[in-house]
């Protein structure tokens, strides 16, 4: 079963505009929450993460929102450029395990 | 170096024959993950160290797969009797153990190609 899901595979923003990823994942012992980006041929790179005691994280040009009761959390970028052009992951984990469990990502293009 | 180091980059095999993948986490990480990434796929967990032991190997697809760790630092994941549909990139990430909220992250290397011919 996919505990983390990520329902959209791309997403195209114009440059400026903000982009939103979303995030959904169904185990309520998911205490931690992570972004991650990848570039082709990269490993993935940590972008901004959100534990379960706040619902919101802010870095730069990077919020992350987390709505527990809808088990949904998403991530903003105001203004999008076109170097976000990349495939951002949504991770979850549970302090009791410390296995973090991947989405299936999310193509984000930005157009000049 | 300061990141996690893995090698080799790019493997070519053929089915049938064994493969070793290496994983040199951050110095001082204690935990250390390795994932999949097959093509078009997400991050597929297979396994993760919390200093030399195992606590879940849940992830790894067969008995096919093993992998150990050693002096709490670089990690060998092994997969015998390669199969064409074992290709994919080999992602290995290590980090501090988690201490509470907005610890733990997790430090990705660049990851090691695996092709299967």
């Known amino acids: 079963d996919q505990q983390v899901k990520q329902n959209s595979p791309s997403l195209s923003v114009q440059e400026g505009r903000i982009s939103i990823l979303n995030c959904d994942y169904t185990?309520?012992?998911?205490?931690?929450f992570l972004w991650y980006k990848k570039y082709p041929a990269e490993g993935p790179t940590f972008l901004i993460s959100i534990s379960s005691i706040k619902d919101k994280n802010e870095d730069g040009r990077f919020t992350v929102f987390l709505n527990k009761s809808a088990k949904h959390l998403s991530l903003h970028i105001v203004p999008s450029q076109p170097g976000d052009s990349a495939v951002y992951f949504c991770?979850?984990?549970?302090?009791?395990?410390?296995?973090?469990?991947f989405g299936t990502g999310t193509r984000l293009k930005v157009l000049a | 170096g300061a990141g996690v180091s893995q090698s080799p980059s790019n493997k070519v095999t053929e089915k049938g024959k064994d493969v070793e993948l290496r994983c040199d986490p951050i110095?001082?990480?204690?935990?250390l993950y390795w994932y999949r990434q097959s093509l078009g796929q997400g991050l597929e967990f297979l396994i993760y160290?919390?200093?030399?032991?195992?606590?879940?190997k849940s992830g790894l697809p067969s008995d096919r797969f093993s992998a150990e760790r050693t002096g709490g630092s670089v990690s060998t994941l092994t997969i015998q009797r390669t199969q064409q549909e074992d290709s994919a990139v080999y992602l290995c990430?290590?980090?501090?153990?988690?201490?509470?909220?907005?610890?733990?992250?997790?430090?990705f290397g660049e990851g090691s190609r695996l092709t299967v011919l």
């Open positions: 990430a290590s980090s501090l153990a988690r201490q509470g909220p907005n610890t733990g992250e997790l430090f």
């Open positions: 185990n309520s012992m998911f205490d931690y």
């Open positions: 991770a979850a984990s549970d302090i009791g395990t410390y296995k973090y469990i």
């Open positions: 160290f919390q200093g030399n032991s195992a606590p879940d």
């Open positions: 110095s001082g990480h204690t935990a």
